[in-house]
């Protein structure tokens, strides 16, 4: 069983519509993180949120706009997206936003396709 | 800026046999992290191992251990007594303390019976 939970697990959207990736941790962990994963690669870092607040954003295009309701919460907002976007995104969380003390906790990912 | 290099892309190894995964990383760096990290079908990354630059043991958890070679700036992991749940992919990683983590490019282990 992962700790941290990601819905929806498989997502399939046009490219007008709206949809949102949620992710949700109960760990009292105060970093979160959305990693964007293409098949056979490693996950490239998207975006951070260390005590709720946008730490981190790796130029990322702005049809994707995360959030961060409460310090367990985290969600990801598409739209517009393009069928590049289609990856596995995966959330994850620790306990601080420092990596080396504190690893990574992932989620299981949301399968996105983009049609 | 730091690399992580995993020279393997495949391998495959007999169920109980042991195998070596490697990888090296380049860093001016002196206190540093490093990590394996293994995702198996079910897409779900899980640790496996971490090592802190600035202890000389290897770290070991269970059937998993690593090799580190400060010097040469190698980090391999071993998998002793291969099971079949082992099939994944696995990826090394580096980090600075205060930063991100920087991902290899992964190695895909296949474990047959």
């Known amino acids: 069983d992962t700790e941290v939970t990601q819905t929806p697990k498989h997502l399939v959207m046009g490219m007008t519509n709206k949809k949102s990736l949620k992710c949700e941790q109960h760990?009292?962990?105060?970093?979160m993180y959305w990693y964007k994963q293409k098949a056979k690669k490693p996950p490239e870092l998207m975006f951070v949120?260390?005590?709720?607040?946008?730490?981190i954003n790796e130029s990322v295009p702005s049809r994707f706009s995360p959030e961060c309701p409460n310090s367990s919460l985290l969600n990801l907002h598409l739209h517009a997206l393009q069928p590049e976007d289609s990856a596995l995104y995966l959330c994850a969380s620790s306990q601080e936003g420092r990596q080396g003390n504190s690893p990574l906790h992932f989620g299981n990912g949301t399968r996105l396709t983009v049609t | 800026a730091q690399t992580v290099t995993q020279s393997q892309p495949e391998m495959s190894v007999q169920e109980a046999e042991t195998v070596t995964l490697s990888c090296t990383y380049d860093t001016s760096e002196n206190n540093y992290y490093l990590f394996w990290y293994k995702q198996p079908p079910s897409r779900q990354m899980i640790l496996v191992i971490r090592?802190?630059?600035?202890?000389?043991q290897n770290a070991t958890e269970n059937r998993f251990s690593v090799n580190f070679q400060k010097a040469a700036k190698s980090f391999s992991l071993k998998i002793s007594d291969s099971q079949l749940g082992d099939t994944a992919m696995y990826f090394c990683?580096?980090?600075?303390?205060?930063?991100?983590?920087?991902f290899g490019g992964g190695t895909r282990l296949m474990v047959k019976p």
């Open positions: 990683a580096f980090s600075n303390a205060g930063n991100m983590l920087t």
């Open positions: 090592q802190e630059a600035y202890k000389q």
């Open positions: 949120y260390s005590y709720e607040k946008l730490s």
């Open positions: 760990m009292g962990h105060r970093a």
